[in-house]
């Protein structure tokens, strides 16, 4: 893989007019970070709403639908590192794990401190992606691990949920990771249990202590989210895509759906096709 050409980096400096400003929902292949020096709004991530403000910064991974809202007069400042999603094949598996998992909250709000080193970074960042210098995507990547380097101490500095027994970590890591394999096939919390030579309710006492909810409404999350997904980015009958998610009743997957969002899979569709306009 040609690093300099997996990684590139935009600028954001966007001044949102009297009306505001809602850019369009949408996803994409590459992995994203974005980092706001400054601004104010809604950076909407798979359908859920993360305040923007003065130094944060958003994880944004392959196939997530995101897109942002900012109120009139807002004036958003900062930076896109764009990624090739095999390159975090090459990083710390504790950066792939900052990535795409549902379970895992896209974004982080940092200190002064840490902002100030984060700032230089991105800084010498973009210094080097416009040079045609010797091992330029060697120090491409560089950066790039050092930005997320930061981004995860602040993390682990700030934030009380992380801090569980690595016995409930690794476990919890290893079922949400056969989730994302098997969720459009198996709805059941005892096949995951069997899977990970548990009992269900050994599952299901990791996935309270990791994450505060059973393993079958975790299940249930992943499954209402690719339903999301395939409704917003597709054009497939909801039929079909009750099919792919293991549905083999169509008004079986449309009551799951109502009972997770309160719409229907028609009413989402109509919803977020108003946002696109």
């Known amino acids: 893989m040609e690093v300099d050409k997996a990684i590139q980096l935009y600028t954001i400096d966007y001044y949102a007019q009297e009306t505001g400003f809602i850019s369009a929902p949408h ?13 104010e709004g809604i950076h909407y991530i798979d359908f859920l709403p993360y305040p923007i403000r003065q130094h944060s910064v958003f994880l944004v991974s392959q196939h997530q639908v995101h897109y942002i809202q900012a109120p009139a007069y807002s004036h958003n400042v900062g930076y896109v590192i764009t990624l090739d999603p095999l390159l975090l094949d090459l990083f710390d598996p504790d ?4 990535f795409g998992s549902f379970t895992q909250r896209p974004t982080y709000y940092l200190s002064d401190e840490t902002a100030d080193l984060l700032k230089a970074a991105f800084q010498q960042f973009d210094h080097e992606i416009r040079t ?11 950066f790039t691990e050092l930005i997320l380097t930061y981004t995860f101490r602040a993390n682990q500095q700030s934030s009380s949920a992380n801090l ?23 709805h059941s919390a005892h096949y995951y249990a069997e899977q990970l030579s548990v009992t269900a309710k050994q599952l299901n006492r990791t996935c309270q202590k990791a994450y ?66």
């Open 164 to 186: 569980i027994t690595n016995k409930f970590q690794e476990q919890f890591q290893r079922f949400t990771g056969l989730l994302e394999q098997n969720f459009r096939q198996n």
């Open 212 to 277: 505060n909810q059973t393993t079958l409404t975790l299940i249930h999350q992943r499954v209402s989210l690719e339903a999301k997904r395939l409704l917003f980015y597709t054009a497939e009958p909801v039929k079909e895509i009750a099919y792919q998610l293991g549905f083999q009743d169509p008004a079986h997957f449309t009551n799951f759906f109502r009972r997770h969002t309160a719409l229907s899979p028609e009413s989402f569709r109509h919803q977020m096709a108003q946002i696109r306009k």
């Open 132 to 142: 045609n210098s010797p091992k330029k995507g060697f120090l491409l990547k560089l």
């Open 27 to 39: 996803t994409h292949d590459q992995v994203e970070l974005f980092y706001f020096l400054a601004g």
């Open 95 to 98: 950066f792939r794990q900052m």
